[in-house]
């Protein structure tokens, strides 16, 4: 044992010239930053002047009587409800297809995942064009099929399904690459043992596809709520201005931006970054628990 | 196919002069290809300066991350220490934070630090990834502690045996955090843009931003800056499509 301690002292040195930065680093960084988030939040602290003063839950009260707040809210969620449903099937639909394409596999891959590696600013730019209701692609396919033409981002109604539209074109190879490597990863014998026993398409689909995607699944809708609560990037290049036509595509993260970094209400954008974060670990627990529950047998 | 038509729109687009892109019905077709819209972005943006910029911060970010969660996941699998389970639970749990909660106060901390406008703002507080640590750790974990105690007891000191045994083993895993975080940097946008307002520290994804606010309804212009942008890493992703595919694939396993 002798030869050993001063080798454990050595282990214990190395671990500590690591962990003690890496503490540092995540006090610093991270923890300090929630707490002293939270702290500007219960305030009317000022950045120009570096006064402030407690003043309570006020600022969260505040959000709560805001209708700008409860809208952003609301179209927050009905990103969430467009988007998550729609990227979870079409990356379901694509990854079987793809994989039932055989040489021509490794192509449709890359086809899709090409805009997940081109820029948000640069995607944003062309599809805003596509938009352009007079010369935009959309609407000339539209005159050309004798169609009314539509709005696209200026409308109310459509700004937001627009915005998901881009999104789901923009991150599909993602999910598709992980529904894949999901779909791989089930065991073939399966379906030609189920096959053998006169199982349809549909009957493969339903008892072996489904139950053993399930982890996959899972992974995708959780990941694809709290991606989809947090959005920032598809609504910043599709609709700059002040929240799209009436607000329709102001979303949480944008109008917390807003608050702190154009009206410059410090207080007020870190109490909606609380409720949002907040809202955003209910859900994720809620999922967990209903998936987990519901996924044992 | 859908996926493509709209790059074929863009580079088309960029490619018309002026008159033809306001054209209704929009040619697919068109008679004349200029090369104006180029020169007129090339022009109004300093691309090389945003290139090298964008270039060298994700390149330096990676290289730190990498190397930061391989250390620190090493740590975590192979050494004991006190208090190591709580710690690594708070590195997980912190990957539940959202980045839009701590912005306000990280950008306070960036200014009293001096490091506004500065790219030590960008990468220190960068240096650690919770996800690159949560998947090098568990990469670390499969090593054999046979081949560990070999090393020491030939006198490797614990630095060493990392470099040369621990690291050697993990490459796959590693080229795939690379991919993932070079990919995560090179678009980066929100954090920079707060950070950088000086122009000459601007990276692609920002100073492409400021261009298109400031020339809202330029197609011509903003299309070419655009196509201009994505050719870098288009190349980067086409000569090594493989990798980047496995590497996400690769992240939809850690659950």
């Known amino acids: 044992m002798g030869s050993r301690n001063p080798r454990r002292r050595q282990q214990l040195i190395f671990a500590a010239c690591v962990v003690i930065p890496l503490v540092a680093s995540y006090v610093l960084f991270l923890i300090w930053p929630v707490i002293w988030a939270f702290r500007i939040s219960i305030s009317d602290w000022n950045l120009f002047t570096n006064v402030g003063q407690f003043v309570g839950l006020r600022n969260y009260a505040r959000a709560f009587k805001d209708p700008i ?56 730019v062309l599809w805003r064009w596509l938009y352009q209701p007079e010369y935009g692609l959309f609407n000339s ?57 006169g199982a349809n398409g549909w009957q493969l689909f339903r008892h072996i596809t489904m139950p053993l995607l399930r982890p996959t699944l899972t992974f995708i809708l959780v990941t ?21 036509p009436l607000h329709r595509t102001r979303t949480l993260v944008l109008y917390q931006y807003e608050s702190a970094f154009l009206s410059f209400q410090w207080p007020y954008g870190t109490a909606i970054a609380f409720i949002s974060f907040a809202i955003i670990m209910a859900l994720t627990l809620i999922q967990l628990r209903v998936l987990r529950r519901r996924w044992e047998y | 196919m859908a996926m493509v038509l709209p790059f074929y729109w863009m580079v088309l687009t960029s490619l018309k002069s002026k008159s033809e892109i306001v054209r209704i019905p929009p040619s697919f077709f068109p008679q004349s290809l200029t090369l104006g819209n180029y020169a007129e972005a090339w022009e109004r943006l300093d691309f090389p300066i945003l290139l090298r910029n964008s270039a060298f911060l994700a390149f330096t970010m990676t290289v730190t991350i990498l190397f930061s969660s391989s250390l620190v996941g090493y740590v975590f699998a192979k050494i004991e220490f006190p208090g190591r389970e709580l710690l690594f639970v708070v590195i997980l749990s912190s990957m539940m934070i959202p980045f839009n909660v701590v912005m306000i106060p990280l950008f306070l901390l960036i200014v009293k630090l001096h490091w506004a406008n500065t790219y030590w703002g960008i990468i220190i507080p960068g240096i650690f990834s919770s996800f690159g640590i949560f998947l090098m750790r568990q990469v670390m974990g499969t090593i054999p502690d046979e081949l560990l105690d070999a090393a020491r007891i030939d006198g490797a000191s614990e630095f060493r045996i990392f470099g040369s045994v621990a690291l050697p083993l993990s490459t796959s895993p590693l080229a795939a955090l690379g991919t993932l975080t070079f990919m995560g940097q090179w678009d980066a946008f929100l954090w920079p843009l707060i950070v950088l307002t000086r122009d000459d520290l601007f990276t692609l994804p920002v100073g ?21 942008s994505v050719i870098p890493i288009l190349i980067v992703f086409l000569s090594a499509q493989r990798l980047f595919i496995e590497s996400v694939a690769l992240q939809g396993m850690k659950l």
């Open chain 1, 141 to 197: 396919m539209l005159r050309a099929l004798r169609l009314p033409p539509q709005d696209w981002l200026l409308s109310p109604e459509l700004a937001m399904p627009c915005v998901v539209l881009y999104a789901t074109w923009k991150g599909i190879g993602f999910t598709t690459i992980i529904m894949m490597a999901g779909l791989d990863g089930i065991d073939r014998t399966y379906y030609e043992a189920a096959r053998v026993d």
């Open chain 2, 208 to 228: 492409l931003a400021l261009f298109n606010n400031r020339f809202y309804t330029e197609y011509g212009p903003l299309l070419a800056g655009a196509t201009i």
């Open chain 1, 224 to 244: 694809g709520v709290i991606g989809a609560l947090q959005v920032f990037g598809p609504i910043y290049v599709m609709t700059q201005g002040p929240g799209g």
């Open chain 1, 69 to 124: 707040f409860r809208i952003s809210l609301l179209n927050t969620f009905y990103y969430a409800i467009l988007s998550v449903p729609v990227g979870l099937i079409v990356a379901l639909a694509l990854g079987m297809m793809i994989q039932a394409a055989g040489p021509l596999r490794s192509l449709f891959r890359v086809l899709y995942f090409l805009p997940v590696v081109t820029s948000e600013i640069a995607t944003g």
